[in-house]
């Protein structure tokens, strides 16, 4: 069994920073694909970066430049680094894992209960 937990959100104005953390409980956490997403109440969950076992990493447009995803298998966890934080980034943030590389596929069996990003113009 998966547990992730997320936290490190909050509320900031528009161009400031946060850094997100998601903590797994699980075994071999090193052969787990991650990812990061968002979610808008009454849209759908939205893929913002993922990372593999070999440290590739993959962003959504709206982010890439912006956000920078990494991972630290000896501490099981895994960070969000958001820069250049805009209004349109307001959402609940939601880690995930798998053993399946899904890239930002909302595909993953495992999720955390998910942090609030509010920023403000």
């Known amino acids: 069994q998966v547990q992730l937990v997320e936290s490190g959100g909050g509320s900031v104005q528009s161009g400031g920073s946060l850094r997100l953390s998601c903590a797994a409980s699980?075994?071999?956490?090193?052969?787990?694909?991650l990812a990061w997403f968002r979610q808008v109440p009454g849209k759908e969950r939205e893929g913002v970066a993922a990372i593999d076992t070999l440290g590739r990493t993959t962003y959504a447009d709206s982010v890439s430049g912006r956000f920078t995803i990494s991972r630290d298998n000896a501490k099981n966890t895994l960070y969000l680094q958001m820069n250049s934080l805009k209004p349109e980034d307001t959402a609940r943030y939601f880690c995930?894992?798998?053993?399946?590389?899904?890239?930002?596929?909302?595909?993953?069996?495992?999720w955390g209960q998910g942090t609030q990003v509010t920023v403000s113009s």
């Open positions: 699980v075994y071999g956490y090193s052969a787990y694909s």
């Open positions: 995930a894992a798998d053993r399946i590389k899904y890239l930002l596929l909302p595909r993953y069996n495992y």
